[in-house]
């Protein structure tokens, strides 16, 4: 498993944070940056100079900062991130507190996942923090729940090349046959040894993949007894919340139209 170093340079740190910030969830002011970050207002300034400084930012007309040519280069998400982290936090501490284990909220871009929150366990021994990693939909488990979501045809168009992609579709979509068929998708150490995770689609009132949760743990702690609990409580997260993303006034209008 792949956590945070325990020597961390925390201005480096906080650099790479605002750049995903910046990258997955759109303009900041300095003032929001500093509140994301949880630092003074003239530290988030120094930060964001450097980030423009190197490309990876650029200060718009109303003075806000966005992502910059180099982050622009990186695939993007349709979803509305910035909301959806907001919505899906309170419900992902209390699954966490539920199960003891790190939550991950992601959404898909393109072939892959890119993961846009996470609450972390509490135990020692535990899966760290996620954010702004990208894995390969196929392998993760929430990428997989995602693409269990799409049209057959939608799913060929994003593998036109499997061998490539690293991908055997056949056997692919016989496994996302079963996710669907059970409403979970599992990741048994495909994207990091000794990491299994558990994972669910958040859908769209039509059905189509929107966003999807985690449950990740040590592999050492994954224990098939205990996959009904785990999964009742990741049901229980999704389904609120894809309710309280459905009352949200800007995706409400989207969903609904």
Not at 81 to 90: Q, S
């Amino acid at each position: 498993m792949k956590n945070k170093p325990q020597y961390a340079i925390e201005s480096v740190d906080h650099a790479l944070h605002l750049a995903t910030l910046l990258q997955q969830e759109g303009p900041l002011r300095v003032s929001e940056a500093a509140d994301r970050l949880g630092v003074s207002r003239s530290t988030a300034h120094r930060l964001l100079s450097m980030l423009v400084y190197r490309d990876f930012a650029e200060q718009g007309g109303d003075r806000r900062y966005q992502a910059g040519p180099v982050l622009r280069a990186a695939g993007t998400s349709g979803a509305p991130v910035a909301l959806l982290r907001r919505v899906a936090l309170p419900h992902m501490q209390q699954l966490v507190a539920r199960v003891r284990e790190t939550a991950n909220l992601m959404v898909r871009v393109d072939a892959s996942v890119r993961f846009v929150a996470s609450v972390e366990s509490d135990q020692v021994l535990r899966v760290g923090d996620r954010v702004g990693r990208v894995l390969p939909a196929h392998l993760a488990s929430g990428g997989k729940a995602l693409l269990a979501a799409l049209p057959p045809h939608e799913l060929a168009e994003l593998y036109p090349d499997p061998e490539a992609a690293g991908v055997n579709l056949p056997k692919l979509r016989r496994e996302l046959g079963l996710v669907r068929k059970r409403g979970f998708a599992i990741n048994d150490q495909l994207t990091e040894t000794g990491l299994t995770a558990l994972g669910m689609v958040i859908p769209e009132p039509d059905g189509r993949p929107f966003a999807a949760l985690s449950i990740a743990m040590p592999a050492v702690r994954f224990d098939r007894d205990l996959l009904s609990t785990w999964v009742s409580a990741l049901s229980t997260a999704v389904t609120a919340t894809d309710r309280d993303l459905a009352a949200a006034p800007v995706l409400g209008q989207s969903r609904g139209s």
